[in-house]
T-cell receptor
């Protein structure tokens, strides 16, 4: 297993466009998390899944954001009508259970909205 | 709500110098505490953890002790190396079942040869 994979690594988009990111977790991990990291800040929690169920969403996740995890495997994070304030690193992590001891982070997708 | 405060950076040290990075936290209940490290171009990696008061986490020569009385989890290393240059994040978990992490802002450490 190669760890948590995120695609693409970098995305530049024009304001108002939609973007979608993909995360492939470690195969036996049933928990999947999305975080957002802006310049000079630590990662901030966005949402998490237990298998295919989305169990919690942060108030940071506006209506323009949607995340899915069909069949409890990979996950996608879509941002509609992107704004410059959406520019950030989007991190995915997976975990085998209810503790973060087994958290494995991906390398992230860096989004730049111009 | 939960929060983590890290000392302002960046920090620049010479090789073999002593390192201390301060971290304090605010939390309800009994959080677990973590230090994560992010090397250039790589993802976040767990460096060490402590799950209850007075626990000491250690890894790769780094140590941190969970101090409930001062709500602190300072990171220390006796002799830093150039390869320790990275961004360091202090974090804690919610005591609920979701295990989401609350991070500090992070601090960049640069070690000169």
């Amino acid at each position: 297993d190669t760890g948590v994979s995120q695609d693409p690594r970098h995305k530049i988009t024009k304001r108002g466009q939609n973007v979608t990111f993909r995360c492939d977790p470690i195969s036996e991990h049933n928990r999947l998390y999305w975080y957002r990291q802006t310049l000079g800040q630590g990662p901030e929690f966005l949402t998490y899944f237990q298998n295919e169920a989305q169990l919690e969403k942060s108030r940071l996740l506006s209506d323009r954001f949607s995340a899915e995890r069909p069949k409890g495997s990979f996950s996608t994070l879509e941002i509609q009508r992107t704004e410059q304030g959406d520019s950030a690193m989007y991190l995915c992590a997976s975990s085998p259970g209810t503790t973060p001891y087994g958290y494995t982070f991906g390398s992230g997708t860096r989004l730049t909205v111009v | 709500g939960n929060s983590v405060t890290q000392m302002e950076g960046p920090v620049t040290l010479s090789e073999e110098a002593f390192l201390t990075i301060n971290c304090t936290y605010t939390a309800t209940g009994y959080p677990s505490l973590f230090w994560y490290v992010q090397y250039p171009g790589e993802g976040l990696q767990l460096l060490l953890k402590a799950t209850k008061a007075d626990d000491k986490g250690s890894n790769k020569g780094f140590e941190a002790t969970y101090r409930k009385e001062t709500t602190s989890f300072h990171l220390e290393k006796g002799s830093v190396q150039v390869s320790d240059s990275a961004v360091y994040f202090c974090a804690l978990t919610d005591t609920g079942a979701n295990s989401k992490l609350t991070f500090g802002k992070g601090i960049t450490l640069s070690v000169r040869p």
